[in-house]
């Protein structure tokens, strides 16, 4: 591929980090999209005939000199995220073809509620780079704006309560970033990053360490600046964990009645702030009972898990001078 700083759009390494994007991280993921559709490195699957590195279709029926405008299309309502990812998947595709003169005016911001037929994204450039560039495109800002979309419902249903939702990491593969990236964009919150930024102690980790209070002390003394947060089960575990020195519990599959005693004992054991998260089997349906509980978030991994994508599209508007 040509070199990056020839091919980069101005100013859109500045944009993406505006919001919390490692643009060479974004660039990666964009580079790996490419690669499963043209066939390029380990992306290649050996088949009888096929031509690597090439759009077989636009490259036979579209000739490289043929200019034209594409729009990028709402085809239903929702909440949109990812339009600083549509000049970095046309700039690498021009890139990777040695086609220039492509843009992009992108016309709404991460965040905006659009409706069908709202044109979000004007592209100009060759014809055969728009269409070598479209599904690549499409696959991660349909998959980011559903994301957003799906956690605006939940922000909307917490709304007045005092809760927030949060993020898991149930996350696609090599995707986290620009996942939870979409959930901020929704209105959700980011919980950890990862299994090194938050120590999270489950049940199998109490189990081996043999108590809630003995894994507390476990990652405070190994990692005495990293934030502790602890799984429990029960408003006695919830003290326990209080009194051994946690701050942040995780109450998981709690009703809403046992929930709301936790709250209140964990509260109780101390004249500090106590962080409570909520999580397991919770739905749009009865989020508002949970938050009316008292805990700070509920977490929620269908966010990115298992969010339907937002229904986008490009649609090739004709040939330009």
């Known amino acids: 591929m040509s070199d990056w700083e020839s091919i980069w759009p101005a100013g859109v390494s500045q944009k993406l980090a505006a919001a919390g994007l490692d643009p060479e991280r974004v660039r990666s993921v964009v580079r790996d999209a490419l690669a499963e559709d043209l ?36 085809r239903t309502g929702g909440v949109i995220s990812g339009m600083p990812l549509i000049p970095v998947v046309l700039a690498e595709v021009a890139g990777w073809t040695g086609l220039g003169g492509v843009s992009a005016e992108v016309l709404r911001a991460d965040g905006d509620v659009v409706v069908r037929d709202d044109v979000l994204a004007v592209l100009r450039g060759p014809v055969q780079v728009l269409l070598i560039a479209e599904r690549t ?6 998959r980011t704006s559903g994301i957003s979309t799906h956690t605006r419902l939940w922000a909307q249903e917490l709304s007045g309560t005092g809760a927030q939702v949060l993020d898991t990491r149930k996350t696609t593969p090599g995707l986290r ?27 199998n980790h109490k189990i081996a360490a043999g108590s809630v209070a003995g ?10 600046a990293v934030a502790v947060q602890v799984e429990v089960t029960t408003p006695g575990e ?10 942040f519990l995780l109450c998981d599959n709690m009703s809403p009645a046992v929930l709301a005693e936790s709250v209140k004992v964990a509260r109780a054991a101390t004249d500090e702030t106590v962080e409570i998260e909520a999580t397991g089997g919770l739905t749009l349906e009865v ?7 008292g805990v700070d978030y509920l977490s929620v991994g269908g966010l990115t898990h298992s969010s339907p994508i937002l229904d986008l599209a490009i649609d090739l508007i004709g040939e330009k001078d």
């Open 137 to 142: 495109l499409l696959n991660l800002v349909c």
């Open 39 to 74: 066939g390029i490195g380990g992306a290649v699957v050996s088949v009888p005939g096929a031509a690597p590195g090439h759009d077989v279709t636009s490259e036979s029926t579209i000739g490289a000199d043929v200019v034209g405008q594409a729009h990028v299309v709402a």
């Open 238 to 247: 919830a003290v326990e964990a209080v009194v051994a020195g946690a701050r």
């Open 287 to 293: 989020a508002n009972e949970y938050a009316r509980t």
């Open 177 to 203: 970033m620009l996942e939870k990236y979409a959930v901020r964009c929704g209105g959700g919150t980011n919980k950890r990053m990862g299994l090194y930024d938050v120590a999270m102690v489950k049940d």
């Open 215 to 224: 894994a507390y002390r476990s990652v405070r003394e190994r990692f005495p």
